[in-house]
């Protein structure tokens, strides 16, 4: 719709304006990770690697994760062109950053949770992120109403997508899931005293059950029946993230730490 920030405002230098507001993001969620690790005392030299690990893991993954989209691999990029040109996908980034963080936590030696540290910084990332995508990618499916957004004939063309009809606008549904998130997040949840590191596991649980069911108005590619590739890789996750949660839950994780403080205080 709007590749570049010339397109987006009509003036200003020729900027892509998906990768501007991606790193807008980043540059956010940098700082609330930040004032986070001020707030919880981390000041483990160590950190920074983790912020690293996490970065390199989701720029890697997120390449990867849409790669082989075809059986047969002569019509798939090669490994090199995929890296770098190649379609990213925002659950294989966070995938990928999760995996860079332990890989590295590894490497250093680091043995304390991170989750909390990241959880907000990452909701708020994702907020402003997606307004990249909202600018510059295919909203989404017809509503069948006469509400949505509406692409020009042009704008239809680039896209692969109907013009003159209401689109769902898949990506304002996220960014209001996400900036949702960083508030409840912000305001609420790291203040709970839950234990280490699990407002990032309640985070990424939300999301993925927020994702899969948004998946249905993003028009993306039928894979296999109804479903499509994010949907497919959700269907084997969610029920691995439902048994941690279930867990989780029976050993008192989500518990308050006034109220374990109350019960480790009442008598036998």
């Known amino acids: 719709m709007f590749p570049t920030l010339t397109d987006l405002f009509g003036f200003g230098p020729p900027i892509e304006t998906h990768g501007f507001f991606v790193g807008i993001g980043l540059l956010a969620g940098g700082l609330v990770f930040w004032v986070e690790a001020r707030r919880r005392g981390a000041n483990d030299p160590r950190i920074p690697y983790l912020v690293l690990g996490a970065l390199i893991g989701a720029a890697i993954f997120s390449r990867l994760g849409t ?18 040109s190649g379609n990213a996908s925002i659950l294989s980034a966070l995938v990928g ?15 304390d949770r991170s989750g909390d540290l990241f959880a907000p910084a990452v909701a708020l990332a994702m907020a402003i992120g997606r307004f990249g995508c909202l600018f510059t990618e295919d909203p989404g499916t017809p509503t069948g109403g006469d509400w949505g957004i509406v692409l020009t004939p042009a704008q239809a063309t680039r896209l692969g997508a109907p013009a003159g009809v209401g689109l769902h606008p898949s990506f304002v549904y996220e960014i ?32 993925a059950v927020f994702r899969f ?11 296999w029946l109804v479903f499509t590739r994010p949907q497919l890789f ?35």
Request: glycine share 6%.
């Open 213 to 223: 069911l948004v998946e249905f108005v993003r028009g993306n590619d039928v894979a």
């Open 97 to 111: 950053a999760w995996a860079g963080v332990h890989v590295t936590k590894r490497i250093v030696g680091y043995r």
């Open 176 to 207: 209001v899931f996400h900036a949702a998130a960083f508030i409840v997040l912000w305001f609420w949840l790291r203040h709970l005293g839950l234990r280490s590191g699990e407002t990032l596991t309640l985070y990424i649980a939300a999301y």
């Open 234 to 268: 959700l269907l084997a996750t969610l029920p691995l993230l439902a048994i941690r949660l279930v867990w989780l839950w029976r050993k008192g994780a989500f518990i308050p730490a006034d109220r374990r403080t109350q019960n480790e205080h009442q008598p036998a």
């Open 67 to 84: 790669w082989a989209q075809h059986l047969d691999p002569s019509q798939n990029l090669s490994l090199g062109e995929q890296l770098v």
